[in-house]
């Protein structure tokens, strides 16, 4: 049974700078890729950002250059730095992975102020 558990999260003024963690148990974190997903309220959860198990990351083309995923095998933690936050950003964020089924976090909120 895989685990993830996100944390990091809380309320910041627009251009702060926030990190989230996901740490993960259950599994051999460090050959799966994982990734961070958002949803607003009242729409649909969006896919942030993926880190393969070597270390190749992707972006959502709006958030490319603000937002950073990266992960340390050695704790088992995946991260995603967000800079220059935007009310926009505001949303609840959720660690992903996928191991022959879909795992998922419960989340962690982020609340970004005028």
């Known amino acids: 049974q895989v685990q993830l558990v996100e944390s990091g999260g809380g309320l910041v003024q627009a251009g702060g700078s926030l990190r989230l963690s996901c740490a993960v148990s259950g599994s051999i974190f460090s050959i799966y890729a994982f990734g961070w997903y958002r949803q607003a309220p009242g729409k649909a959860r969006e896919w942030v950002a993926t880190i393969t198990s070597d270390g190749r990351t992707n972006y959502a083309d709006s958030l490319k250059g603000r937002f950073t995923i990266s992960r340390d095998n050695a704790k088992n933690t995946v991260y995603l730095q967000m800079n220059s936050l935007k009310p926009e950003d505001t949303a609840v964020y959720y660690c992903?992975?996928?191991?022959?089924?879909?795992?998922w976090g419960r989340g962690t909120q982020v609340t970004v102020s005028s």
């Open positions: 992903h992975t996928l191991i022959l089924v879909d795992y």
